[in-house]
């Protein structure tokens, strides 16, 4: 028996590969969860469109060269790709979801069209880019871990609640009009990152029983299976919220700074100064080498045997007395 039955009424039908006609999420609440996050940014740039906060905290240093390093060539070449098969994913999911959405996108690939045949192809489409997505995602951990060693800048501290605190009564007009300086991410970047790491999760836990490869898991009954496509569906639209809100806070002007650095892989020091608190994010500085050692003192050189000894300056000037 399902659990979810409120959310059964009257949903999208598709058809599965066992061709058993199943529940999807209502249209309407697709709807009400998009246009939750669209108002949320609504009112975050009108808000923002006429109060900006002050800066406050942190120590300004020296930055050598002007310039701070912030994401390596395979950090920001992992992040554009996973940019794109993100958004390849959820064109595709949201055309089995409703069969013909993105038909102009997906005619590129092949899997366009409202028949069932287009349908199980995209379905195909959707599930190699899963293995994708899998393959990227276990590099970005293996090089954050291994190589470039960020976790730690992702672990949402004690300090970043207050931070957050802070902010919001300030956005909400309740306290002074100020935004404390950060580490290398803010409270909301790592909630956003969170966020999406635990939408991907459920995405994949409900998106592997849907799936069901090699007959691996056995029969569900209908009860669960409606669960499962109705968890997909709400975690797959909450995922549509968060990559648009992502998209709008990585093209505002003053985060201009950071979306360079996705293609530079650098910021200023101005812009270090500005935003970041040296004490939770501080500059890298190479170590001091070692000074080279002295050349060794020159060995004189003895004379020939048989060849004449030079005179000394006491030598020279009695011959000259003389």
């Not at 992702?154 to 935004?179: C, E, H, N, W």
């Not at 910021?267 to 001091?288: C, F, M, Q, V």
């Not at 080279?292 to 004379?303: I, S, V, Y």
Request: hydrophobic share 50%; proline share 7%; glycine share 8%.
């Amino acid at each position: 028996m399902s659990v979810l039955p409120v959310l059964q009424v009257e949903g999208n039908t598709t058809t599965t590969s066992s061709l058993s006609s199943v529940t999807r999420l209502p249209v309407v609440y697709a709807e009400v969860i998009v246009l939750v996050f669209a108002a949320a940014l609504l009112v975050h740039f009108v808000r923002r469109s006429y109060h900006q906060p002050a800066r406050v905290g942190g120590t300004p240093v020296e930055v050598p060269g002007d310039s701070v390093k912030v994401f390596d060539l395979v950090e920001r070449l992992i992040h554009w790709a996973l940019f794109i098969v993100l958004g390849l994913l959820l064109v595709s999911g949201i055309s089995i979801f409703a069969p013909g959405t993105f038909n102009y996108i997906l005619e590129a690939f092949g899997v366009a069209g409202t028949t069932a045949a287009a349908t199980q192809a995209d379905l195909l489409w959707h599930t190699d880019m899963v293995w994708v997505l899998l393959g990227l995602i276990i590099i970005h951990i293996v090089w954050d871990l291994a190589i470039a060693r960020g976790w730690s800048y992702q672990v949402i501290r004690k300090y970043d609640f207050t931070d957050m605190a802070t902010r919001s009564k300030s956005f909400l007009g309740l306290g002074p009009k100020v935004q404390p300086r950060h580490g290398k991410f803010d409270f909301f970047m790592k909630a956003f990152h969170w966020s999406l790491a635990g939408c991907l999760v459920i995405l994949g836990i409900s998106g592997i029983y849907l799936w069901n490869p090699y007959g691996l898991i056995g029969a569900m009954s209908p009860g669960f299976e409606y669960d499962m496509r109705i968890v997909h569906d709400v975690f797959a639209f909450l995922l549509v919220g968060l990559i648009a809100m992502h998209i709008y806070f990585a093209v505002e002007p003053i985060n201009w700074p950071v979306l360079r650095s996705m293609v530079t892989g650098a910021i200023s020091g101005e812009a270090y100064n500005h935003d970041y608190d040296s004490a939770r994010w501080p500059l890298k500085t190479k170590k001091a080498e070692p000074a080279p050692a002295p050349a060794p003192a020159p060995t004189p050189t003895p004379a020939p045997s048989g060849a004449p000894a030079m005179a000394t300056k006491d030598e020279a000037k009695e011959v000259t007395a003389s």
